[in-house]
C-alpha cells in the first residue's frame, strides 16, 4: 500500500508549523507545498492527494481560500488552520466541507491528531467508493471482499497456483465461497479462454452421475436414445470443477481417479477412450481427511486430487471482514430492489459481528437481503433481522437491569433504549464539558482525548452550540464585575 500523500499550503513555507518535525512523527508520508492558494488549487488538481493543510495568515478569509482549493479537488479532505478564528469562520469552513479547523495558535499541538483522523477518515471513504465500484460489475478476484489474514493466504495461495495446471482441493465449512475460489483460479490461468464447467456431485443421483461425468453412447441403457457427451470432454481444455467431491459414490471414484491419471474418459458404453485435457479444481465441505482415514474415501484419489489444497476460513473467523460483506450486499441488494438509500444502522452491524454464522457469507447474504426487504424507511434496523441473529448478539451485549427510562418492562425493545441511554449520556457529557471550558472546544477536546474534529461532529449531532457556552461565560463575568 502507497503512503499517504499530503499537500501543504503555507506561504510561511516549511517551517510554518514546524511540517518537519509533524511529518517526522507521522512517517511514512510523502509532502508536496505551496506557498500560495492557487498553487495549492494547481497542485491538487493535477495530483492525487490524500489530504491538505490550508493555512490562512494574511487576513483573507478562511472559508473563501477553502472554497478555491475545493473547487480543485472536490473530495479532498482540507485542515484549515487559520491565523484569525473565530466561531463563524470554524462553523462556515466545517459546513463548506473542511475536515477539521484549528486555530493557529493551537496548531502545532493539534495538527497531528487532526491528520491521523482526516487520513483514517479518507480510507474509510476510499474503502466504501471500492464497495460501490464493486456492486457495478460481477465477481472477480479483485473483487473478493476481505482484508483478514486469513483471506489475504487465500489471495495469496491462488495467485501462486493459477498460472500452474496442477489440481487444487478447496475446503471449507458451506457458504464460504470455494465456487468462487474456483473460478479465480480459472480465470488466472492459462486455460481462462477454455470452459469452465461446474458439477455439484452431491446433487445428482449416483444413477445419473457416472453418464453426466463421463457421458454415455446411443444404446448404453435404457432411455438412452442419443450419444451425450460428459462433462469431463466439455471441460477439455479448461477446468473441471468438482463441488463436494466427498460425495462421489466408491464406484466412481475409482473411474475418476483413472480419468485423471491417464488423462483419457471412456463413455458409458463405448469400447474406445477419448483422452482429455482437463484440469480438476475440487471442493468439499467434509472433513475428507478423516474420510481418508475411515476409507469412505480413497486415499489415492484424494493424494491425486490434493497437489494443492487451499482452505478457506468460516466468516466467523474473518473477524471485520463482516462489516465489509455486509456493506457491500446492502449495497448491491439495494441497487437490486431499487432501494439505494436504505443502509444498515450501526446497532444492526454490531449485531451481525456476535452472531456465529454457520452459513458463512452465504448466509448473510441472505440477511442482508431480507433486511433490506423488510426495512421500512432508509435505515434496516435490529428489528428487520432474523431472531436468532438477534438473540445470539443479546447474549453477549451487557444487560440492563431495567429499562433506561426507569421502567422494568417496556415494549421498545434492547437496541432501542441502548442507542436513547447512550444519546442522553453524550448530550449530557457534552454539555458538562463545554460548561467546564466556557464553550473552548480546544480544551474541551483535550480533556475528552479526542480530535476536535470528532468533537466538532458530535456537538454537530446534539445540536449542541458551543459559541453559547462562551456567550454564558461572558454574562457571568459581567454579572461578577457589575457590568
Request: glycine share 8%.
Amino acid at each position: 500500500m502507497r503512503q499517504p500523500r499530503i499537500a501543504i499550503i503555507d506561504p510561511a513555507g516549511p517551517e510554518g508549523l514546524k511540517y518537519s518535525r509533524l511529518v517526522a512523527r507521522l512517517q511514512p508520508l510523502e509532502v508536496q507545498q505551496a506557498a500560495t492558494v492557487a498553487a495549492g488549487a494547481k497542485l491538487v488538481r493535477g495530483d492525487s492527494f490524500d489530504i491538505a493543510v490550508l493555512t490562512v495568515r494574511d487576513g483573507s478569509l478562511a472559508v473563501d481560500l477553502l472554497a478555491e482549493v475545493l473547487q480543485a479537488d472536490p473530495d479532498l479532505p482540507v485542515v484549515v488552520v487559520d491565523a484569525g478564528p473565530d466561531a463563524e469562520a470554524a462553523r462556515a469552513c466545517l459546513r463548506r466541507g473542511a475536515a477539521d479547523y484549528l486555530p493557529l495558535a493551537n496548531a502545532d499541538r493539534d495538527l497531528e491528531d487532526a491528520l491521523v483522523e482526516a487520513l483514517t477518515n479518507a480510507r474509510h471513504r476510499s474503502a466504501e467508493q471500492a464497495l460501490r465500484r464493486a456492486v457495478e460489475r460481477p465477481y472477480t478476484f479483485e473483487d473478493f471482499i476481505g482484508e483478514s489474514p486469513p483471506m489475504r493466504q487465500v489471495y495469496n495461495l491462488i495467485e501462486r497456483v493459477a498460472a500452474s495446471s496442477v489440481d487444487v482441493l478447496i475446503t471449507g465449512e458451506t457458504g464460504t465461497g470455494k465456487e468462487l475460489v474456483a473460478r479465480a483460479i480459472h480465470r488466472r490461468s492459462r486455460r481462462a479462454d477454455s470452459p469452465f464447467v461446474p458439477i455439484d456431485c452431491g446433487a445428482i443421483p449416483d444413477a445419473l452421475l457416472e453418464s453426466e461425468l463421463f457421458g454415455h453412447e446411443r444404446g448404453a441403457f435404457t432411455g438412452a436414445d442419443a450419444r451425450r457427451i460428459g462433462l469431463v470432454e466439455v471441460a477439455d481444455g479448461g477446468t473441471l470443477f468438482l463441488d463436494e467431491v466427498a460425495e462421489l459414490p466408491p464406484s466412481l471414484q475409482a473411474k475418476l481417479l483413472r480419468v485423471l491419471q491417464e488423462r483419457r474418459v471412456r463413455r458409458v458404453g463405448a469400447r474406445k477412450e477419448t483422452p482429455v485435457d482437463v484440469r480438476v479444481v475440487a471442493a468439499t465441505s467434509r472433513d475428507i481427511d478423516a474420510m481418508v482415514e475411515n476409507g469412505s474415501f480413497r486415499r489415492d484419489l484424494f493424494y491425486r486430487i490434493n497437489v494443492v489444497r487451499i482452505g478457506l476460513p468460516p466468516l466467523r473467523q474473518r473477524g471485520d471482514d463482516i462489516g465489509l460483506l455486509a456493506e457491500f450486499f446492502a449495497l448491491r441488494a439495494g441497487r437490486e430492489m431499487g432501494r439505494e438509500a436504505v443502509r444498515l444502522s450501526t446497532d444492526a452491524y454490531q449485531v451481525l459481528r456476535h452472531y456465529p454464522w454457520p452459513g458463512n457469507v452465504r448466509e448473510l447474504q441472505n440477511v442482508i437481503r431480507r433486511a433490506l426487504a423488510l426495512a421500512t424507511g432508509e435505515v434496516a434496523g435490529v428489528d428487520d433481522l432474523p431472531d436468532e441473529i438477534i438473540a445470539a448478539s443479546g447474549r453477549q451485549e451487557p444487560a440492563l437491569a431495567v429499562s433506561c427510562n426507569g421502567s422494568a418492562g417496556g415494549g421498545t425493545g434492547f437496541f432501542t433504549e441502548r442507542g436513547a441511554y447512550v444519546a442522553r449520556f453524550e448530550r449530557q457529557y457534552l454539555t458538562a464539558l463545554l460548561t467546564r471550558h466556557a464553550g473552548d472546544v480546544s480544551a474541551a477536546a483535550k480533556e475528552a482525548k479526542v480530535p476536535r474534529g470528532t468533537l466538532y461532529r458530535l456537538l454537530k449531532s446534539h445540536e449542541i452550540d458551543a459559541a453559547s457556552f462562551r456567550n454564558q461565560r461572558d454574562i457571568r463575568q459581567s454579572a461578577a464585575t457589575g457590568d
